[in-house]
C-alpha cells in the first residue's frame, strides 16, 4: 500500500538553512505536497509539486522531487523561529484521489 | 480571506456521551474530508465527501461513528458513544477537486475532543 515516510524531528539554528526529507512508495504518485502545522491550527498548505517536475521554489521555500529515488525535500532558507512547526509530506495520485500524509517532521529553531 | 471553520474548537466529556463536530467548508468547494489526529496513529482519514454524496468511510468505526453533510455549508460528525481511545483532535478539510488540478486541501483549526 501507499506509505510516506518523514523523520521525526530536526533541530536548526536561526539563520541556518533547513532540509526536510521525505520517502514515499507510490511510483504512480502524481502530486506531491508540504503542509505546514503550528501548535494549535490546522495544516496549512505551503506548497506542492507536480510530478513531471523536479525542482519548485517560492521565496524560501525549495522543493525538490527525486522521482527515480521516490524522494521529496523541502529546503527552508534562511531559517527563522518561526518556522518552528511540524512540516507534513503528503503525495495523491490523482487530483481527485485522496492525500496520503507522513506523520510529520518537527522543526525547532533555536535562536 | 476564506477559511474553513470547526466548532466547537474543545471539547470535554464523559465516556457514554453523543458528540457533534460541525464544520464549515469554504463556498464554493466541492470535496470535504473528516480527519482524526493522534500522537500515536499521526493524521488518519475518516471520510470524505463529494459533491455532498459520502464517497468514503472506511476510516472510521461504524458502530459509533457517523458523518453526515445536511447541506453544502455544513458537514458533521458524530460519535455516540463516545470512549476515551476517541481522544484526539479532528480536522474538518475542504477542497475543489477538478480533472487535472492538484487536490488542495484546505484545513480547519480542529476540534479537540477529551473523554474522561
Known amino acids: 500500500g501507499e506509505d510516506v515516510e518523514q523523520s521525526l524531528f530536526l533541530s536548526v539554528r536561526e539563520g541556518d538553512s533547513s532540509v526536510i526529507n521525505c520517502t514515499y512508495t507510490?511510483?504512480?504518485?502524481?502530486?506531491l505536497y508540504w503542509y505546514k502545522q503550528e501548535p494549535g491550527a490546522g495544516l496549512q498548505l505551503l506548497t506542492y509539486i507536480f510530478s513531471n517536475m523536479d525542482m519548485k521554489q517560492d521565496q524560501r521555500l525549495t522543493v525538490l522531487l527525486n522521482k527515480k529515488d521516490k524522494h521529496l525535500s523541502l529546503r527552508i532558507a534562511d531559517t527563522q523561529t518561526g518556522d518552528s512547526a511540524i512540516y507534513f509530506c503528503a503525495e495523491s495520485m490523482t487530483g481527485y484521489s485522496t492525500l496520503t500524509f507522513g506523520k510529520g517532521t518537527m522543526l525547532l529553531v533555536s535562536p | 480571506d476564506a477559511r474553513v471553520t470547526q466548532t466547537p474548537r474543545d471539547k470535554v466529556t464523559e465516556m457514554g456521551q453523543e458528540v457533534t463536530m460541525r464544520c464549515q467548508p469554504i463556498l464554493g468547494h466541492n470535496t470535504v474530508f473528516w480527519y482524526r489526529q493522534t500522537m500515536k496513529q499521526g493524521l488518519e482519514l475518516l471520510a470524505y465527501f463529494r459533491n455532498r454524496a459520502p464517497l468514503d468511510d472506511s476510516g472510521m468505526p461504524k458502530d459509533r461513528f457517523s458523518a453526515e453533510m445536511p447541506d453544502a455549508t455544513l458537514a458533521t460528525l458524530k460519535i455516540q458513544p463516545s470512549e476515551p481511545r476517541d481522544s484526539a483532535v479532528y480536522f474538518c478539510?475542504?477542497?475543489?477537486?477538478?480533472?487535472?488540478?492538484?487536490?488542495?486541501?484546505?484545513f480547519g483549526p480542529g476540534t479537540r475532543l477529551t473523554v474522561l
Open positions: 507510490d511510483s504512480s504518485s502524481t502530486y
Open positions: 478539510a475542504s477542497g475543489l477537486v477538478l480533472s487535472g488540478s492538484p487536490g488542495t486541501q484546505y
